[in-house]
T-cell receptor, first 111, second 113 residues
Framework: AQRVTQPEKLLSVFKGAPVELKCNYS??????LFWYVQYSRQRLQLLLR??SRESIKGFTADLNKGETSFHLKKPFAQEEDSAMYYC?????????????FGEGTQLTVNP | DAGVIQSPRHEVTEMGQEVTLRCKPI?????LFWYRQTMMRGLELLIY????????DSGMPEDRFSAKMPNASFSTLKIQPSEPRDSAVYFC???????????FGEGSRLTVL
């Protein structure tokens, strides 16, 4: 079955330190992956998608098919990066396509 | 556009009561999704609609849950009877494509005592 796993529910780093939020997936086809973010008192929103190969707010994520991973990275974390992060996979099944989310990782960046 | 609008933002009810959550998607979006968010399970898809038709309701926990979309601008998620384990944040989201960017509402936080 297609699924997304985020092994860390909580992650805490200091400002200026590198941060990596882990995401692993299991999928038999060609995966489409996303990262969504929910800042405090804000709506859940798209952060980036692997197809775009872009850097958003200093974050990047590389799809590693060999390791079935899509880890989110930032070289220097900022306090405003504190948020809940969700990795998501386009789940294409016979019943129709939809996004399957991981359990989420709460990132706290300490001053 | 004000984005996806959900109501109520907070609901506290007693076990056994009926709960109705409401959602207005972004105009022009053909897909509407209902998700449930809990600490233990993260975001779980309950059901989604395409052009007002339910496509996949395999995530609906049990018969106590039902969802409708009578027109393109309104959807409801109903829980009857509610139970304490239903306490969660329920999100509605809409999109132009089934696997496109999801636009979420602010969520409805439900507490069942």
């Amino acid at each position: 079955a297609q699924r997304v796993t985020q092994p860390e529910k909580l992650l805490s780093v200091f400002k200026g330190a590198p941060v990596e939020l882990k995401c692993n997936y299991s999928y038999s086809g060609s995966p489409e992956l996303f990262w969504y973010v929910q800042y405090s008192r804000q709506r859940l929103q798209l952060l980036l998608r692997h197809i775009s190969r872009e850097s958003i707010k200093g974050f990047t994520a590389d799809l590693n098919k060999g390791e079935t991973s899509f880890h989110l990275k930032k070289p220097f974390a900022q306090e405003e990066d504190s948020a809940m992060y969700y990795c998501a996979l386009v789940n294409r099944e016979t019943s129709g396509s939809r996004l399957t989310f991981g359990e989420g990782t709460q990132l706290t960046v300490n001053p | 556009d004000a984005g996806v609008i959900q109501s109520p933002r907070h609901e506290v009810t007693e076990m056994g009561q009926e709960v109705t959550l409401r959602c207005k998607p972004i105009s022009g979006h053909d897909y509407l999704f209902w998700y449930r968010q809990t600490m233990m399970r993260g975001l779980e898809l309950l059901i989604y609609f395409n052009n007002n038709v339910p496509i996949d309701d395999s995530g609906m926990p049990e018969d106590r849950f039902s969802a409708k979309m009578p027109n393109a601008s309104f959807s409801t998620l109903k829980i009857q009877p509610s139970e304490p384990r239903d306490s969660a944040v329920y999100f509605c989201a809409s999109s132009l494509r089934v696997a496109g960017e999801l636009f979420f509402g602010e969520g409805s936080r439900l507490t069942v005592l």
